[in-house]
């Protein structure tokens, strides 16, 4: 048996993901895409934006194992109906997520690009700083969760918003039109952790914006079609916003000459709020791989026909 290795740009990777298979006693031929194997020996695949279409060839796989926390890459891939998937999540990826987000708000904050202008230039730029307590968290998955409690530890007045109410200590849970209208009117930050769905497409648009009172600054880390780019720098202009903080884009990477890049109240980073560790995503599929074939759910299972 084997185990297919599906990942758009995984090619940098292929030679840890091999060691750690083997290190972590998993001694099956890992295949990659183009490679001469019989597809009918393939039990497990990692996919990231899976490139194959011909699933009905490989009649022997029990596990399709995300490597991220998303699926939605992996909706349009045609796996056959019955076929068990798993998306990753785990400790490392809600830490690296909340390091993102906490750092980042920041950022903002002590407003860090002016202070490194005036530092390369030698000045003492002292001021203000852009302070802001009142923070809705769009989604509360489990990074959701974990962004949501790192958040009031640090003193914030967090509100979060999904789709069935949540219990999670000192978080206002908010669900619904009604919940939404209230979490949008009071924050300062909008921080979108929501999957990609038909539902939540280009949700975060200058309709959503214009029911915020208080100009707040918007960051995604979710997915970049959850925002309508084209909407940010007008509602910049008229102040529906006071910025934007930009992890994911529709689509990767941002086109160069998006307008995006230049404006001084968008930052930008390369989709890298919380990257997937490579040795913790092995661990999952092999874990996932032993409960399927002993006749179990694997963890963090994915239904795809609701798209997460
Ligand atoms: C990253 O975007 C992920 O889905 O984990």
């Given at each position: 048996?084997?185990?297919?290795?599906?990942?758009?740009?995984?090619?940098?990777r292929?030679?840890?993901?091999?060691?750690?298979?083997k290190?972590?006693?998993?001694?099956?031929?890992?295949?990659?895409?183009?490679?001469?194997?019989?597809?009918?020996?393939?039990?497990?695949?990692?996919?990231?934006?899976?490139?194959?279409?011909?699933?009905?060839a490989?009649?022997?796989?029990?596990?399709?194992?995300?490597?991220?926390?998303?699926?939605?890459?992996?909706?349009?891939?045609?796996?056959?109906?019955?076929?068990?998937?798993?998306?990753?999540?785990?400790?490392?990826?809600?830490?690296?997520?909340?390091?993102?987000?906490?750092?980042?708000?920041?950022n903002?904050?002590?407003?860090?690009?002016?202070?490194?202008?005036?530092?390369?230039?030698?000045?003492?730029?002292?001021?203000?700083?852009?302070?802001?307590?009142?923070?809705?968290?769009?989604?509360?998955?489990?990074?959701?969760?974990?962004?949501?409690?790192?958040?009031v530890?640090?003193?914030?007045?967090?509100?979060?918003?999904?789709?069935?109410?949540?219990?999670?200590?000192?978080?206002?849970?908010?669900t619904?039109?009604?919940?939404?209208?209230?979490?949008?009117?009071?924050?300062?930050?909008?921080?979108?952790?929501?999957?990609?769905?038909?539902?939540?497409?280009g949700?975060?648009?200058?309709?959503?914006?214009?029911?915020?009172?208080?100009?707040?600054?918007?960051?995604?880390?979710?997915?970049?079609?959850?925002?309508?780019?084209?909407?940010?720098?007008?509602?910049?202009?008229?102040?529906?916003?006071?910025?934007?903080?930009?992890?994911?884009?529709?689509?990767?990477?941002?086109?160069?000459?998006?307008p995006?890049?230049?404006?001084?109240?968008?930052?930008?980073?390369?989709?890298?709020?919380?990257?997937?560790?490579?040795?913790?995503?092995?661990?999952?599929a092999?874990?996932?791989?032993?409960?399927?074939?002993?006749g179990?759910?694997?963890?963090?299972?994915?239904?795809?026909?609701?798209?997460?």
């Open positions: 048996m084997a185990i297919l290795v599906d990942m758009t740009g995984s090619e940098s292929l030679d840890a993901i091999k060691t750690d298979f290190r972590l006693g998993v001694n099956d031929p890992v295949w990659v895409v183009g490679d001469d194997f019989d597809p009918a020996t393939i039990r497990l695949v990692l996919a990231w934006k899976p490139q194959t279409r011909d699933w009905a490989f009649p022997n796989v029990h596990l399709v194992q995300s490597w991220g926390a998303g699926v939605d890459h992996l909706l349009d891939a045609g796996f056959p109906a019955d076929w068990t998937v798993a998306r990753f999540m785990g400790q490392s990826l809600k830490d690296r997520m909340v390091r993102y987000v906490c750092a980042q708000l920041s903002w904050q002590l407003d860090m690009p002016r202070l490194y202008a005036a530092q390369s230039e030698q000045r003492w730029d002292w001021h203000d700083g852009r302070w802001g307590d009142n923070v809705l968290v769009l989604g509360l998955g489990e990074l959701g969760q974990s962004v949501a409690e790192a958040l530890q640090q003193g914030y007045q967090v509100s979060g918003w999904s789709q069935s109410p949540k219990t999670i200590e000192s978080v206002v849970s908010l619904g039109k009604q919940g939404l209208r209230a979490g949008l009117a009071k924050a300062d930050y909008l921080i979108n952790l929501l999957p990609l769905t038909s539902e939540t497409r949700l975060l648009d200058s309709q959503l914006w214009a029911r915020c009172e208080r100009k707040p600054v918007i960051m995604n880390v979710g997915r970049g079609a959850s925002l309508a780019e084209d909407d940010l720098i007008p509602a910049l202009d008229v102040g529906l916003i006071g910025g934007a903080i930009l992890d994911v884009f529709d689509p990767e990477p941002l086109a160069d000459d998006s995006l890049w230049r404006h001084p109240d968008i930052w930008i980073t390369p989709h890298i709020a919380s990257i997937s560790d490579p040795s913790d995503v092995i661990r999952l092999i874990e996932n791989q032993q409960r399927v074939e002993a179990q759910q694997p963890r963090y299972p994915v239904d795809l026909s609701r798209e997460y």
